[in-house]
């Protein structure tokens, strides 16, 4: 996926020349942490989907922020909790492995001086690695400036952090510091990317998310994690962008729900999908959704695959 055609470019610096640092920077956290948020915010573009729900994402996300000082490829992954079933089982792999690949971890938290059991798993993640990690504590928009520092000295108290960060994902409260302070741990060396180049994404990926993401928003709370979206077409006629979609769910009584009384519901998310869709392509999108039923599928490895949850995310190959 690249940048918008319209937006200026002033890179000065020839990428590959002497100074300049690119390298790898995973965010980790507890679900719901705001993991995606920040990084939507960091590259300002949204690239990863967002709700109020926990575990809302599912893969690892690679997005890319090119600099005249350097390259940053973030990587976002699932939230780190106690799998349920084989999907769980796969997004913390995915967030655990991640750990062994970064020049940089960003590990979120939220500004309290409570650690949790799910914090002290990650502290003892964090423990195994030599890799540099900020302690970046998010949503301090939330709280008083005073009582930042509190919360500091008790997460200091557990790990021995590279920097720590205060920032606001939601606000853009210090982002620009948080961004400073990567490139001076990133070694130097050259653009793994093309410089107008912010995800490697697919386009049916980012376009199937966007869909899970209205579902995730607009349904009730017990619905969304047994949930999977499946681009079937997406072809450009003209100016027109024509995208069949199948939202799947495990239970005869979800597939209702998500449809609605007189198809309500269904035709909500369609069209909330539809209006970010048609800015992220620029141009008109005809979108049709179906709704699917296949039972037990987060616990199916056939239909995991089926559904873009491959073993490559956590191999990174």
Same mark, same amino acid.
């Given at each position: 996926?690249?940048?918008?055609?319209?937006?200026?470019?002033?890179?000065?610096?020839t990428?590959?020349?002497?100074g300049?640092?690119?390298?790898?920077?995973?965010?980790?956290?507890?679900?719901?942490?705001?993991?995606?948020?920040?990084?939507?915010?960091?590259i300002?573009?949204?690239?990863?989907?967002?709700?109020?729900?926990?575990?809302?994402?599912?893969?690892?996300?690679?997005?890319?922020?090119?600099l005249?000082?350097?390259?940053?490829?973030?990587?976002d992954?699932?939230?780190?909790?106690?799998?349920?079933?084989?999907?769980?089982?796969?997004?913390?792999?995915?967030?655990?492995?991640?750990?062994?690949?970064?020049?940089v971890i960003?590990?979120?938290?939220?500004p309290?001086?409570?650690?949790?059991?799910?914090? =002290?798993? %990650?502290?003892? +993640? !964090?423990?195994?690695? /030599?890799?540099?990690?900020? @302690?970046?504590i998010n949503?301090?928009?939330?709280?008083?400036?005073?009582?930042i520092?509190?919360?500091?000295?008790?997460y200091?108290?557990?790990?021995?952090?590279?920097?720590?960060?205060?920032?606001?994902?939601?606000?853009?409260?210090?982002?620009?510091e948080?961004?400073?302070?990567?490139?001076?741990?990133?070694p130097?060396?050259?653009?793994?990317?093309?410089?107008?180049?912010?995800?490697d994404q697919?386009? =049916?990926? %980012?376009?199937? +998310? !966007?869909?899970?993401? /209205?579902?995730?928003?607009? @349904?009730?709370?017990?619905?969304?994690?047994?949930?999977?979206?499946?681009?079937?077409?997406?072809?450009?006629?003209?100016k027109?962008?024509?995208?069949?979609?199948v939202?799947?769910?495990?239970?005869?009584?979800h597939?209702?729900i998500?449809?609605?009384?007189?198809?309500?519901?269904?035709k909500?998310?369609?069209?909330?999908a539809r209006?970010?869709?048609?800015?992220?392509?620029?141009?008109?999108?005809?979108?049709?959704?179906?709704?699917?039923?296949?039972?037990?599928w987060?616990?199916?490895?056939? @239909?995991?695959?089926?559904?873009?949850?491959?073993?490559?995310?956590?191999?990174?190959?």
């Amino acid at each position: 996926m690249k940048k918008e055609d319209t937006q200026e470019n002033n890179l000065e610096t020839t990428i590959g020349e002497d100074g300049y640092k690119s390298g790898f920077v995973t965010l980790i956290g507890r679900p719901n942490v705001g993991k995606s948020t920040l990084m939507n915010k960091l590259i300002g573009q949204k690239i990863a989907i967002t709700s109020q729900k926990p575990q809302t994402t599912r893969s690892r996300i690679r997005t890319v922020l090119t600099l005249e000082e350097g390259q940053i490829i973030f990587l976002d992954t699932p939230g780190i909790h106690k799998s349920k079933n084989k999907l769980g089982e796969y997004m913390v792999n995915v967030a655990e492995h991640t750990l062994e690949e970064a020049d940089v971890i960003l590990w979120l938290v939220e500004p309290t001086s409570y650690i949790g059991a799910g914090e =002290r798993h %990650i502290i003892e +993640e !964090l423990k195994q690695v /030599k890799t540099p990690v900020f @302690l970046v504590i998010n949503k301090t928009d939330t709280v008083k400036r005073e009582e930042i520092l509190r919360f500091i000295d008790v997460y200091r108290k557990e790990l021995d952090f590279a920097e720590v960060v205060p920032v606001s994902a939601l606000r853009g409260h210090n982002t620009d510091e948080l961004v400073k302070c990567i490139l001076k741990y990133l070694p130097q060396g050259p653009a793994f990317f093309d410089e107008d180049t912010v995800t490697d994404q697919p386009m =049916r990926q %980012i376009v199937a +998310e !966007l869909v899970r993401e /209205k579902a995730l928003r607009l @349904l009730e709370e017990e619905i969304p994690h047994g949930i999977a979206v499946e681009i079937e077409g997406m072809k450009e006629r003209g100016k027109i962008c024509h995208i069949d979609a199948v939202i799947v769910c495990e239970k005869e009584s979800h597939k209702g729900i998500i449809i609605g009384k007189g198809g309500q519901m269904l035709k909500k998310i369609g069209s909330a999908a539809r209006r970010e869709m048609e800015e992220l392509l620029e141009m008109q999108v005809n979108l049709k959704l179906w709704v699917k039923v296949k039972k037990d599928w987060r616990d199916s490895d056939y @239909l995991l695959k089926n559904f873009g949850y491959h073993q490559k995310d956590i191999s990174g190959s």
